[in-house]
């Protein structure tokens, strides 16, 4: 009997643990059907191709507000195009908290936004102001909402939290079962730095880097991990750049923490000397934590092949570079401190870590799986609806040429923003079809897909946001404080 909307014919099916050649049935926007041999009225021809879970980018900036109104410029619209070209079919965006204000009315509007996504969404809740009325009313109600994650810096001058105020956020993160990830770095040592570096005149972008080296970063985590260990928190580490801070990593989970890392594609294709451009070019490549050395390259891969990096998000950035509401917002000749931090990469996420990843022999095609898909949707709740190729699974799926060469450029990843900092690289690999729920949204480059199309991914409670349950002396502080 014929009942599938859609059958997946010839291709090889690659899970995070399984590689396997078979058809699969689609009906409803599920996988219903893993056989050798499927019918079907309409069929996709997968011969020679990888079908993969479609990619779950755990961390990227859409339309995100500004303090001030306004937004970024990569809208929910383009985000999502550029997000289908690369074979991402699932986000966690973030919604904000301006210090000073609550975090309801900025979801509501940023909910409005999302409405016009096509890619399927869920939002981290950033916490910059843990007051009282955010912590003990405003929290619980955005979890009950099905956010699930809370994100908090430890840097920036608008967004930092002191030690007492993330204190806070864990321990109300821990009463509602909530997920927490962590923006390490140390925003005092920072500042002091940054002073020294503008005083002796060193503005350009290269100096970006000067001002927050990796022991800054590796500060911030050794704290932001020591904290959660007080309050039995499990967190994520966001965006690690180098060994040296993915070892205090390795240490907790070695002790048993709930602690993960996430690093991302600038950490293991960008260097510092990116940032040394001629004139504002360097600006292309800031973000924080800064882009290392090439030596650091290999220090990441070696942690992301022993599985303590074991996400790779884009941590996309809806900045242009031209124009006056992106990089160039305080002039072209401002100096670094006041360049915003952040690249996009949307869609050159998955093309750069499979080339760099699968392709150069470093991690293998499961492991490529696990990090762009399987263990983000574990990681954020998400599983087994998202990251996976399984019978009643969201049919979320990429069709992937693996010998495919394609030469980056930002013509080719439909985003809003102006420019891609991998201009030129040569990549193995590329997203030929993608899949929403059973809806080709992608093929060969063309991107079909409703505004207003992608669903909201309420999240419940889940494993990884447990906590062990293991608290100094016995005193859960979390119930009062
Ligand atoms: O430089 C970065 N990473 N910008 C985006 C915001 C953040 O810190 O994640
Ligand atoms: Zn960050
Ligand atoms: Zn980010």
Known sequence: MIDFDLVVRGGTIVTGIDTMRADLGIRGGRIAAIAEKIEGRVTLDADGLLVLPGGVDSHCHIEQLRAGGGSDEETWESGSRSCFAGGTTSVITFSTQFKGG?????????????????VDYSFHQIITDPTDDVVWKEIPEVVSEGIRSLKVFLTYDAMHLDDRQYLRVLAAARRNGAFVTVHCENYEAIRWRTE????????????????RPRMIEREATQRAIALAELVDQPIQVFHVSCAEVAEEIARAQARGLKVWGETCPQYLALTAVDM????????????????????????????VRRGVLDVVSSDHSGFCYEGTRGKRVNGA?????DIPNGIPGLATRLPILFSEGVAAGRIDINQFVRLI????????????????IAVGADADLVLWDATRQVTL??????????YTPYEGMRVTGWPVATLRRG??????GRVQAEPGSGRFLPRGPYEAAK???????????SRFA
């Open 439 to 444: 809806e080709v949204v992608m093929r060969d």
């Open 276 to 303: 040394d451009r001629p004139g504002f070019e360097g600006a292309k490549f800031m973000c924080s934590p800064a882009p290392r050395d090439a030596a650091d390259h290999a220090g990441v891969w070696d942690m």
């Open 409 to 418: 450029s930002n013509g080719l990843l439909q985003q809003a923003i102006d």
């Open 102 to 118: 609550g975090i309801l009315e900025p979801l509501a509007e940023y909910r409005k936004r999302a409405g016009r996504a096509m």
């Open 467 to 477: 906590p062990r349950c293991v608290l100094p002396d016995g005193f859960d502080a």
């Open 373 to 388: 898909a399987t263990t983000p949707a574990k990681l954020f709740g998400l599983y087994p609806q998202k990251g996976s």
């Open 196 to 211: 020294a570096l503008l005083a002796d005149g060193k503005t350009a972008p290269k100096y970006h880097s000067w001002s």
């Open 333 to 337: 000749d401002a100096s670094f401190r």
